[in-house]
């Protein structure tokens, strides 16, 4: 496997044309102009039969950083990890009481 395709099959590589837009503030229209004046390579797929571009992040990053600079980019990604802790939070804390619920039945079943 070339350097090339290394990039675009790395866990976190790349991001759809969607999820750009959602994590780092660009419009459809930044996106589409960028692959057009080259600062974005992108892949087409379709799911359900609904095309959606596959970017490279680091570009993207590059992108957002000219356009907006470091400290937006920095933000953006604080953001995006600070939502991600959120996530994992709730997920762990139904577990737990799925625990404690469990905990309990076992221990009235034991004492009774």
Known sequence: MGDVDSKWSSKGATLSDKSARKEYGLTQEE??????AGKLQFRESNMHGNPWYRLLRQEVESLVQSKSGQDHLLKKKRQKELAELNSESRKITVRLKAIERRKAELMKEIDG
Do not use: D, K, S
């Open 31 to 36: 996106i589409i102009a960028a692959i057009r």
